[in-house]
């Protein structure tokens, strides 16, 4: 329980809001977007060099060098993980100062490495954290079919339902006709007749390449121009967009979908009912939690780095769910102090 000093006692903000000892501190949202920031910076020197590799892998040095200054006792929950093989950011590994709260942390220091690669739009740079054991565990299966919408109709889709009657129902919480919806989706052969079904009901499709965090939080915040986002994407990625969503208002459902008999049978074996539709409550059980994002290439959620001879330049957003604060960072940094992460 946190304990207000005398002085505070009279004060208007909600004791909800207070911080304790054990708790991710409030002021954990700007150290969140120093790493982030750097992540971007390292990787976005490799934007439209056509190998994702290296892109990835320097926004992995960087992001894990800044993450080890970082006030908290974290544990990678979601990492590079199993299926990247990662010999750094892996699921399991400490991170942060080893001082203050204990911490679930996920990352993906590029969220679209195809994406920076190519230079095509919406990479992002991406790390959520929140309190320690809240986060959930998505080793068993890499992939889960998805829905997010924003507040509106929060309460009123389930993705046991068909396709047309959720658009149906989101569409009259928003006030608007079905022809005015926009679904985005990964592009993706399996995708092919979930397609069918939002064209047959009326609603238009919107495609993204990768990246499906952003097209997450594009579906979750209002005046993006997306109203849902549909199809399986990644588990991990599902998890991170649900810190983002718990700030923002609105709901992440998903269902874990496995690709072969062995990943089902390691999912059953994990105890994991493949029928249970899994909430935004969840996929993160915390009421305290961040996500912080900046942009390595343009976007519909933020702006891709900037390189000028002295400067870098960098907008990045940080959301922290206790408060459902949502800041937009606009930074600039002197050139000569990221040599370090250059492209050579």
Sequence with gaps: ?????????????????????????????????????????????????????????????????????????????????????????????????????????????????????LGINNALAVLAVAERGTMFDPSAVFYMEKLVTGPE???????????????????????????QLNVMILDRDRHKPLVE?????????????????????????????VDALMGVGGTPEGIVAACAIKALGGVIQGRLWPTSDDEKQKALDAGHDLDRVLSTNDLVTSDNCYFAATGITDGDLLRGVRYTKDRVVTQSIVMRSKSGTVRFVDAEHHASKWETYARS
Excluded: C
């Design 1 to 117: 329980m946190t304990v207000l000093p005398e002085e505070a006692q009279y004060s208007t903000l909600s004791r909800s809001l207070a911080v304790g000892d054990d708790e991710p501190d409030r002021n954990l949202a700007l150290e969140l977007v120093r790493v982030t920031e750097a992540a971007a910076i390292a990787g976005g020197h490799w934007v439209g060099f056509g190998d994702k590799n290296l892109a990835d892998g320097a926004a992995v040095d960087a992001m894990r060098s800044f993450l080890h200054t970082v006030h908290f006792n974290g544990v990678v929950v979601i990492g590079e993980g199993e299926k990247d093989e990662a010999p750094m950011l892996f699921n399991g590994e400490r991170v942060g100062d080893g001082t203050g709260p204990e911490v679930d942390v996920a990352v993906d220091p590029i969220d679209g490495t195809r994406l920076t690669a």
């Design 153 to 179: 109709a929060a309460d009123m889709v389930d993705l046991r339902l068909p396709v047309k009657q959720n658009l149906h129902l989101i569409a009259k919480a928003k006030g608007v006709k079905v022809n």
């Design 197 to 225: 079904e939002i064209r047959d009901a009326g609603a238009r499709t919107r495609f993204i390449m990768d990246g499906d965090v952003a097209g997450a939080i594009a579906a979750a915040r209002s005046g993006t121009g």
